[in-house]
């Protein structure tokens, strides 16, 4: 006998896994060229410059213990350190390298700290849409999953919804803004709103509701938006943060947990997601990249590159009567299905060699994810199908 459930994960593979294999399969008979795929939230935009002379400095002056040796299961000091120094400048906090762990990414930091806080019978409430793998990490912890569905026509918090979901089993929430799949951004008001209702829901129920914050967006936002720093409206928040986004190095499995000494039963969580991490098997998070984040946390891929490549899709593609809520941040465009079955578009689209995702497994039938991460020129030479395809759908 073998774990079934495993099984079953490698054998489903996603969606986009999916997408990413046909769009190779077509690039080999049309051409790269012209086939345009949108399916995966890969950063185009290039690491800020001062990452790989960090690297390249590395190898040249220090030893390989030092460059590649184990760290600390929890981080190396110094880079911790930096990281705390780093938030405290720029969000008025006064963290310390005691509340951080260092992580090989943000898929580590969640399922970290889910398998921390879990106690049997517990549920984890998510926001519709959702990043898919959040069902994974959370099922596979324990959890049940209860979906709250975001206002339909902003896609921000639904309180109502939020309520319904909430009950006493309600270990955590997720919140995840910028978000990924529909590049909106939750305002300040709302996440104080969540606080509060959280706070209140907390003493009802006699326990602490953690709210979980999933970051690896958080610098992505554009037109100056603001991104609401969500300890500072609640008090239980675990902050599961990645560099993949903002320093463009998603292969490189670097990111971070912030513990912060005010969270209800504080050390024993930080002690929980240090035993997580060992009973997981994750060792140390890459020593080279931490050495990297010593020295460029805080530094951010160029933006304007971003938001260059959102306004021509958006503009084109609403001008071509497609529907979508206008994006402040991520890379993503999160697009209404001219009709019901979202998967039915999509493989419409691939007779048009456009990839673009169904969101059906982000919790929202009826809509496509489209990940603008690409070249600019890419986005330009797609145009001409996807007005084929609004012609097909008779959008204007
Ligand atoms: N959370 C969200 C919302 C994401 O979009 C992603 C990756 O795309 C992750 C977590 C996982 O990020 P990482 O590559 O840092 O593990």
Do not use: W
Not at 16 to 31: C, P
Not at 40 to 55: D, R
Not at 114 to 139: G, Q, S
Not at 280 to 292: E, F, T
Request: charged content about 20%.
């Amino acid at each position: 006998m073998i774990n079934n459930t495993m099984k079953n994960y490698g054998n489903n593979r996603s969606v986009i896994r999916d997408l990413f294999e046909f769009g190779n399969q077509r690039k080999a008979i049309v051409g790269a060229d012209n086939v345009f795929d949108f399916s995966l939230g890969n950063p185009n935009v290039a690491a800020p410059k001062e990452v790989n002379e960090t690297i390249m400095e590395l190898l040249q002056t220090k030893n390989d213990i030092y460059v590649h040796g184990y760290t600390s299961a929890q981080g190396d000091a110094a880079c911790r350190q930096a990281i705390a120094e780093d938030l405290n400048r720029r969000f008025g906090t006064s963290f310390r390298k005691e509340n951080l762990y260092i992580t090989c990414g943000a898929a580590a930091s969640l399922k970290i700290t889910m398998t921390a806080l879990y106690a049997p019978e517990d549920e984890v409430v998510v926001f519709t849409p959702y990043f898919p793998e959040y069902r994974v990490f959370a099922e596979t912890s324990g959890y049940t999953v209860r979906e709250a569905a975001c206002d339909p026509d902003t896609l921000q918090i639904d309180f109502n919804t939020l309520t319904q979901a909430l009950n006493e089993h309600t270990k955590a929430v997720i919140v995840n803004s910028p978000n990924n799949p529909s590049g909106v951004v939750y305002t300040e008001e709302s996440i104080a709103a969540l606080g509060k209702l959280l706070e209140e829901k907390s003493d009802e129920y006699g326990h602490p509701v953690y709210l979980i914050t999933d970051e690896p967006y958080r610098e992505l936002v554009y037109d100056g938006i603001t991104v609401p720093f969500v300890t500072k409206h609640y008090r239980d928040t675990v902050v599961c943060y990645s560099y993949s986004k903002s320093l463009a190095l998603p292969g490189e499995r670097i990111g971070y947990i912030l513990v912060p000494d005010e969270i209800a039963d504080s050390t024993d969580i930080y002690a929980a997601v240090c035993g997580a991490g060992r009973a997981l098997g994750y060792v140390c998070a890459p020593s080279m990249m931490q050495h990297v984040i010593e020295k460029c946390t805080g530094l951010v891929s160029d933006i304007n590159e971003y938001r260059e490549k959102r306004d021509l899709l958006y503009n084109a593609l609403t001008g071509m009567g497609f529907s979508c809520v206008h994006p402040d941040g991520a890379f993503y465009l999160f697009v209404k299905s001219p009709v019901d079955d979202a998967k039915a578009f999509s493989e419409k689209a691939k007779e048009y060699d456009l990839l673009i995702v169904p969101a059906d497994s982000f919790g929202t039938p009826g809509y496509v994810r489209i990940a603008y991460c690409v070249a600019t020129d890419m986005i330009q030479r797609s145009l001409p199908a996807f007005e084929k395809l609004a012609e097909h759908y008779h959008l204007k």
